[in-house]
């Protein structure tokens, strides 16, 4: 079985600072897929960044990067410039969706906030 | 992004009826929809998934008669709380696949309150 760990329960930055929120997952797979969702207070789930396993590259989105070391089953945020809308909580997800019934799976998620 | 559409987003009830609440994917034909349950200031946890035309899988722990799921089309998914009790109450999130390899997306949530 899978499972998704986030060490963090809460962090916080300054506004334009750059902060790292730390992911680690287990699993015997060898292609799945990971991600970076944001919750803000609205609660409305929002992706941030997603990153296929086969891919040594580390996905980028604007502000947004990761750090992925599959050997070490390690999936870092990278939160650049930090804004205050970047308040929110963030959950790590893993996900195989190979087939129809694979499921996406959350970690316990890191509450950040961004101080003005 | 595609859209899923989630209602209602409140609801309150009384203790011992049902609520239904609708998942519905509006740009795109989902094939797999998943319903989760958020505890204030923690993580979703997944409740079921759910594929168009066949059973619901239920997540070790949930109990099926309670939690009634339908996914009746590829753009609707309802979940419904049967005989609804105080600790029933909690935010519900649906999320779809619009097809493999791809990500979920998730409704607006619905927050339900068993009076």
């Known amino acids: 079985a899978q499972t998704v760990t986030q060490s963090q329960p809460e962090m916080s930055v300054q506004e334009a600072e750059t902060v790292t929120l730390s992911c680690t997952y287990d699993?015997?797979?060898?292609?799945?897929?990971l991600f970076w969702y944001k919750q803000p207070p609205s609660r409305q789930m929002i992706l941030v960044i997603r990153q296929e396993a086969y891919k040594q590259q580390n996905a980028t989105e604007n502000r947004f990067s990761v750090n992925f070391q599959k050997a070490a089953k390690s999936f870092s945020l990278k939160i650049s410039d930090s804004q205050l809308g970047d308040t929110a909580m963030y959950f790590c997800?893993?996900?195989?969706?190979?087939?129809?019934?694979?499921?996406?799976?959350f970690g316990p998620g890191t509450s950040l906030s961004v101080i003005p | 992004g595609a859209v899923v559409s989630q209602h209602p987003s409140r609801v309150i009830c009384k203790s011992g009826t049902s609520v239904k609440i609708e998942c519905r994917s509006l740009?795109?034909?989902?094939?797999?929809m998943f319903w989760y349950r958020q505890f204030p200031k923690q993580s979703l946890m997944l409740m079921a998934t759910s594929n168009e035309g066949s059973k619901a899988t239920y997540e070790q722990g949930v109990e099926k008669d309670k939690f009634l799921i339908n996914h009746a089309s590829l753009t609707l998914s309802t979940l419904t709380v049967t005989s609804a009790h105080p600790e029933d109450s909690s935010f519900y999130i649906c999320s779809a696949i619009r097809s493999l390899n791809t990500e979920a997306f998730f409704g607006q949530g619905t927050r339900l309150t068993v009076v």
């Open positions: 699993t015997s797979e060898n292609n799945y897929y």
């Open positions: 740009d795109f034909q989902a094939t797999t």
């Open positions: 997800a893993f996900g195989l969706l190979k087939t129809s019934y694979d499921k996406v799976i």
